[in-house]
């Protein structure tokens, strides 16, 4: 049943399942009606709720996408993840401004904070910005290192591994003040770079090859021409 909202903000407010989970709602603004329907998301146990548009005027439209939002959001919580996921942009601006903070109180130097900032608005930030932090494993790390040795590359500035290695502490950072603020119950995997050229290896069979190759070679060679062999 429609209710108007004692405050005003609310022109109609339903609560589809009558506990509170999914309610679709029009807006009144400046005594004006929005005609399309939103939508509030909570869910047992979790703090928070999601609000969005249904992006419809239809009312049973409303609550069917009202509905399987909830699905979704319930889904996501069953893997352990986030009711409203965040970006990896948010969290760094959230963290920025924390640190920003300790070196106003002397926690941290005005250096560390500037060298911190620097990296992850102009390196870090601009390539993981958009990925919902959740979503980042250490795929997109890996892709993230090759990627900023190759800016290096193009500028004529090489980027050498413990500069990487140095934002793989940066981007730690940013995941521990995130689960310290419970915006997730886990972080990826962040491995540090190793420089230098790496050993050739082989695998079974290629050294099986390899070896009949060898021999090969061996048997065919004059007999003359390398007496030692």
Known sequence: ??????????HEKHDVFDDGRVIIYRSEVRGKIN??????????????????????????????????????AEGRLQQGLPLNP??????????????????????????????????????IEPHLGDLYL???????IEDYQINR?????????????????KDNSYIRSIYKYALSANLITSMPLIKNYKGGTQRLSFSYDEMLQL????????????????PHV
């Open 86 to 123: 965040i970006r990896f942009s948010e969290v760094c601006t959230d963290y920025l401004r924390s640190l920003k903070k300790q070196a106003e109180q002397n926690l941290i130097t005005q250096n560390n904070y500037d060298n911190q900032k620097r990296v992850i608005t102009g390196s």
């Open 134 to 140: 959740h979503q980042i494993n250490a795929r997109h």
């Open 35 to 72: 005609p399309t329907w939103q939508c509030y998301l909570t869910t047992p146990n979790t703090k928070g709720r999601i609000r969005k548009s249904t992006k419809t005027t239809d009312k049973t439209k409303a609550i069917s996408i009202a509905t399987n939002e909830l699905i979704k």
């Open 211 to 226: 070896r009949k190759d060898l021999f090969s070679w061996v048997n065919n060679l004059p007999k003359d021409s390398a």
């Open 1 to 10: 049943m429609a209710k108007k909202a004692q405050s005003g903000r609310w």
């Open 149 to 165: 040795r190759t800016i290096g590359r193009e500028k004529g500035n090489a980027v050498k591994a413990g500069t990487l290695n």
